[in-house]
């Protein structure tokens, strides 16, 4: 076999030129620049106890944890049951119900640092693979830093002094000794542990699990893992295998491959991250832009809304000092009135009681014209206004300050005595036939009121049967309610409007409903016997007799109405309604010549 060193590095030679190469191999021991960093695996202290590292397995996800650590998780789920050699017998996972005495759970957890969920193998977290990247950054750190809890790596008792770089083992002082007299390491380069402060890596045997005392410095191609000496010599027997130093250019250059096409998608995915960042920091600016517009506004808006509010209130007093100063006068009027007709009975009471008659006499005529003039007055005197006065939230008032707002006073009040109806004559309605009515709303005063608002209901009512027509009462928002209903019976009905649950002015009112206008069917002609070319037996509504014996009418003749008339119900008026049908003796129609 074509040998390589052991201590060979294949990353290093990954990008040396052949030159370099020839120049001979490089120390795994070597001393690299400081400020190279080992990348995640190569962190001196776990994500979860913030610790140096204690014997550190690699998740699947390739990051780091304490084993003591992923112990302490728990479990994510069951994912399969698998029998103990279920991956060297067969890909194919066992059921609950096949075998159960030789199953095992296959558990899944939860990463700590990436949240992914990532599969254990059958041994559980001590099946995982360590990180010997991460304890040669403990062993580093703690040869820089002095730490006195280094122990010699062969007797594990004293205190270390200094470091194989050959057999890359930590040796106390007796030790360290004692490997310079033995013949097989007497040539091995021992260095005292202060000098190594300066090194950025440093490399520790990786010796095999299954025999201890043996590195790992074989591979073996079928199991595709490293292989001690004596594991070749047992279970590894039949299985191909080479030297680490051989089969490292092989397996290294197909991890390299791989990576190089991998990176390139850190880079799409940086790009990405950047488009990203670029787009929340676009975002952050419009909302900090549009944050500083809302507030604008709103405070401008909240200054219009103070503003309109100070002018509300503002009318507000305005309209109660006016109509306080209504209220005074008036009464002062009527106040006037009173003493005025209080005086005039009080004498008049006074003179008829205590009075000799001539006194009477003497004083009846000033007294007559007195009383006769305070009868006269008009005494039907009650307040010039009302408390009508309201706040309407929905009323546009204008804009403040370039805004709209809303809200105002309203200091009309509906006068239900006051309201009229207006419209199509409710005396001329037909049956089957749509009624509109517009009921027109007035303050106290007489005047329009100019808004809506107000509680309208509407009674129709058939008098003789049990029938109360459906309504429609539209607010038209400017004083005025449109009614309608369409009236399906015949006859006289009750029709009721109120407002503020006070009938209007002229309510109730009747109305009467009557059949719709009917077409006339027949002609209008002079006489049957003309209309239908003197046909015996053509018919006419108005009952004449044609002279010979046979039923119709003629010129003249006994039940002609003597002049010009319809057919069908010998009505006289040409623009009329028909007054009737046919009556059934009349077999024929007549008909226009």
């Given at each position: 076999?074509?040998?390589?060193?052991?201590d060979?590095?294949?990353?290093?030679?990954?990008?040396?030129s052949?030159?370099?190469?020839?120049?001979?191999?490089?120390?795994?021991?070597?001393?690299?620049?400081?400020?190279?960093?080992?990348?995640?695996?190569?962190?001196s202290?776990?994500?979860?106890?913030?610790?140096l590292?204690k014997?550190?397995?690699?998740?699947p996800?390739?990051?780091t944890?304490?084993t003591a650590?992923?112990?302490?998780?728990?479990?994510?789920?069951?994912?399969?049951?698998?029998?103990?050699?279920?991956?060297?017998?067969?890909?194919?996972?066992?059921?609950?119900?096949?075998q159960?005495?030789?199953?095992?759970?296959?558990l899944?957890i939860?990463?700590?640092?990436?949240?992914t969920?990532?599969d254990?193998?059958?041994g559980?977290?001590?099946a995982?693979?360590?990180?010997?990247?991460a304890?040669n950054?403990?062993?580093l750190?703690?040869l820089?830093?002095d730490?006195?809890?280094?122990?010699?790596d062969?007797?594990?008792?004293?205190?270390?002094?200094?470091?194989?770089?050959?057999?890359?083992?930590?040796?106390?002082?007796?030790c360290?000794?004692?490997?310079?007299?033995?013949?097989?390491?007497?040539?091995?380069?021992?260095?005292?542990l202060?000098?190594?402060k300066?090194?950025?890596?440093?490399?520790?045997?990786?010796v095999?699990?299954?025999?201890?005392?043996?590195?790992?410095?074989?591979?073996?191609?079928?199991?595709d893992q490293?292989?001690?000496?004596d594991?070749?010599?047992g279970?590894?027997?039949?299985?191909?295998?080479d030297?680490?130093?051989?089969?490292?250019y092989?397996?290294?250059?197909?991890?390299?491959?791989?990576?190089?096409?991998?990176?390139?998608?850190?880079?799409?995915?940086?790009r990405?991250?950047?488009?990203?960042?670029?787009?929340?920091?676009?975002?952050?600016?419009?909302?900090?832009?549009?944050?500083?517009?809302?507030r604008?506004?709103?405070?401008g808006?909240?200054?219009?809304?103070?503003?309109?509010?100070?002018?509300?209130?503002?009318?507000?007093?305005?309209?109660?000092?006016?109509?306080?100063?209504?209220?005074?006068?008036?009464?002062?009027q009527?106040?006037?009135l009173?003493?005025?007709l209080?005086?005039?009975?009080?004498?008049?009471?006074?003179?008829?009681?205590?009075?000799?008659?001539l006194?009477?006499?003497?004083?009846?005529?000033?007294?007559?014209?007195?009383?006769?003039?305070l009868?006269?007055?008009?005494?039907?005197?009650?307040?010039g206004l009302d408390?009508?006065?309201?706040?309407s939230?929905?009323?546009?008032?204008g804009q403040?300050?370039?805004?709209?707002?809303?809200?105002?006073?309203l200091?009309?009040g509906?006068?239900?005595?006051?309201?009229i109806?207006?419209?199509?004559?409710?005396?001329?309605?037909?049956?089957k036939?749509?009624v509109?009515?517009?009921?027109l709303c007035?303050d106290?005063?007489?005047?329009h009121?100019g808004?809506?608002g107000?509680?309208?209901?509407?009674?129709?009512?058939?008098?003789?049967?049990d029938c109360?027509?459906?309504?429609?009462?539209?607010?038209?928002?400017?004083?005025?309610?449109?009614?309608?209903?369409?009236?399906?019976?015949?006859g006289?009905?009750?029709?009721?409007?109120?407002?503020?649950g006070?009938?209007?002015?002229?309510?109730p009112?009747?109305?009467t409903v009557?059949?719709?206008?009917r077409q006339?069917?027949?002609?209008?002609h002079?006489c049957?016997?003309?209309s239908?070319?003197?046909?015996?037996?053509?018919?006419?509504?108005c009952?004449?007799t044609m002279?010979?014996?046979?039923?119709?009418c003629?010129h003249?003749?006994?039940?002609?109405?003597?002049?010009r008339?319809?057919?069908?119900?010998?009505?006289?008026e040409?623009?009329?309604?028909c007054?009737g049908?046919?009556?059934?003796?009349?077999?024929?129609?007549?008909?226009?010549?």
């Amino acid at each position: 076999m074509n040998k390589q060193p052991r201590d060979m590095s294949w990353k290093n030679l990954g990008e040396m030129s052949i030159k370099e190469q020839e120049q001979g191999p490089q120390g795994a021991e070597a001393k690299i620049p400081s400020q190279v960093s080992l990348g995640g695996l190569g962190k001196s202290r776990c994500p979860m106890c913030m610790e140096l590292f204690k014997v550190p397995r690699i998740l699947p996800c390739l990051h780091t944890f304490c084993t003591a650590c992923l112990e302490e998780l728990e479990p994510f789920s069951v994912l399969m049951l698998r029998t103990p050699d279920s991956e060297k017998t067969s890909e194919r996972p066992w059921l609950w119900d096949k075998q159960p005495q030789h199953l095992e759970p296959q558990l899944s957890i939860l990463c700590p640092v990436c949240d992914t969920e990532v599969d254990l193998p059958p041994g559980g977290v001590k099946a995982l693979t360590i990180d010997h990247l991460a304890i040669n950054k403990v062993l580093l750190q703690n040869l820089q830093e002095d730490r006195p809890c280094l122990v010699c790596d062969l007797c594990s008792d004293r205190e270390v002094d200094s470091r194989c770089l050959t057999c890359r083992v930590n040796l106390c002082q007796f030790c360290s000794q004692a490997h310079r007299r033995q013949k097989k390491t007497a040539f091995h380069s021992i260095m005292p542990l202060k000098d190594l402060k300066g090194y950025n890596q440093i490399g520790k045997a990786i010796v095999c699990s299954i025999h201890p005392p043996e590195e790992l410095n074989l591979f073996c191609e079928q199991c595709d893992q490293p292989v001690c000496r004596d594991c070749v010599l047992g279970d590894h027997r039949e299985h191909t295998y080479d030297l680490v130093s051989n089969v490292i250019y092989k397996h290294g250059n197909s991890i390299r491959d791989l990576l190089k096409s991998t990176q390139p998608h850190m880079g799409t995915l940086e790009r990405a991250l950047i488009q990203i960042e670029g787009v929340g920091n676009a975002l952050r600016s419009r909302m900090d832009a549009l944050s500083s517009d809302v507030r604008e506004f709103c405070d401008g808006y909240i200054m219009a809304i103070r503003e309109h509010r100070d002018q509300l209130l503002k009318q507000l007093e305005d309209v109660r000092i006016q109509k306080e100063n209504s209220l005074h006068l008036q009464k002062l009027q009527v106040e006037q009135l009173l003493a005025d007709l209080r005086t005039g009975v009080e004498f008049t009471e006074h003179l008829l009681n205590n009075g000799t008659d001539l006194e009477i006499l003497v004083t009846k005529k000033v007294v007559v014209n007195r009383l006769k003039k305070l009868k006269k007055t008009d005494y039907s005197i009650g307040p010039g206004l009302d408390d009508g006065i309201c706040f309407s939230p929905q009323e546009k008032a204008g804009q403040y300050g370039g805004y709209e707002v809303f809200g105002a006073i309203l200091t009309k009040g509906v006068d239900p005595s006051k309201c009229i109806l207006q419209g199509e004559d409710i005396q001329k309605v037909c049956e089957k036939q749509k009624v509109t009515l517009t009921l027109l709303c007035r303050d106290i005063l007489g005047e329009h009121m100019g808004r809506g608002g107000e509680h309208i209901r509407v009674n129709v009512i058939h008098k003789n049967k049990d029938c109360v027509l459906k309504t429609m009462v539209q607010d038209n928002n400017n004083g005025t309610y449109t009614i309608s209903f369409s009236p399906e019976e015949l006859g006289l009905y009750t029709v009721c409007i109120f407002v503020k649950g006070q009938h209007i002015q002229g309510s109730p009112y009747t109305m009467t409903v009557r059949r719709r206008f009917r077409q006339h069917q027949g002609v209008f002609h002079c006489c049957s016997f003309c209309s239908s070319g003197g046909q015996k037996n053509a018919r006419c509504a108005c009952g004449g007799t044609m002279a010979g014996g046979y039923q119709g009418c003629g010129h003249g003749h006994k039940g002609h109405p003597g002049r010009r008339h319809w057919s069908c119900c010998g009505g006289t008026e040409e623009n009329s309604e028909c007054l009737g049908e046919i009556p059934q003796r009349s077999l024929v129609r007549t008909v226009a010549l």
